[in-house]
T-cell receptor
């Protein structure tokens, strides 16, 4: 089945620790995105990548980093600089061209601080 | 600049009765509008989208939405609610052709279905 796989489903971070969230897609989509979701809030864009080896900051990039070495993969690292990391993180992808606003989402990773 | 306001944080209806989820938008350009649904601990799924064709848009699972430019609204409706409709619903605005990095999400409406 084609889709987006996020892992792990649940993740716990200790103070001062960096953690990495995985996102893999087999939809052959060029563009990939990371969103943060807090309770009662809409989704906020952290980083996005339109093509391999290129990525741009979204609205709330501080304290996060990404890489895009392969088309299929777009991991997100939550660094120790992110002081309030507890949230639900969603990865998405889209195909280029007309209708590129349609996003396909993974099932998310819930990150909590110990 | 663009923004979207979902007028209700929670909506509760009885099974078999109509559903109305309200969304107002603001956009400097010709907007594209979307409704996404999120079931608990899941990713979002596209319900329907408006991109300047017919103003009444039909989506999956019996949902539809009407684009009203004069009211800057894009309300989501369904004639008869089903228990499986219980979820979080997000209204989303974008500049037409602007790509997914330009999406603005509403804060969501939690739909509760009473048996």
């Amino acid at each position: 089945d084609g889709g987006i796989t996020q892992s792990p489903k649940y993740l716990f971070r200790k103070e001062g620790q960096n953690v990495t969230l995985s996102c893999e897609q087999n939809l052959n989509h060029d563009a990939m995105y990371w969103y943060r979701q807090d309770p009662g809030q809409g989704l906020r864009l952290i980083y996005y990548s339109q093509i391999v080896n290129d990525f741009q900051k979204g609205d709330i990039a501080e304290g996060y980093s990404v890489s895009r070495e392969k088309k299929e993969s777009f991991p997100l690292t939550v660094t120790s600089a992110q002081k309030n990391p507890t949230a639900f993180y969603l990865c998405a992808s889209s195909s280029p061209g007309r209708g590129s606003e349609k996003l396909f989402f993974g099932s998310g990773t819930q990150l909590s601080v110990l | 600049a663009q923004s979207v306001t979902q007028l209700d944080s929670h909506v509760s209806v009885s099974e078999g009765t109509p559903v109305l989820l309200r969304c107002n938008y603001s956009s400097s350009y010709s907007p594209s509008l979307f409704w996404y649904v999120q079931h608990p601990n899941k990713g979002l799924q596209l319900l329907l989208k408006y991109t300047s064709a017919a103003t009444l848009v039909k989506g999956i699972n019996g949902f539809e939405a009407e684009f009203k430019k004069s009211e800057t609204s894009f309300h989501l409706t369904k004639p008869s609610a089903h228990m499986s409709d219980a979820a979080e619903y997000f209204c989303v605005v974008s500049v037409t052709g602007g790509g997914a990095d330009g999406l603005t999400f509403g804060k969501g409406t939690h739909l509760i279905i009473q048996p």
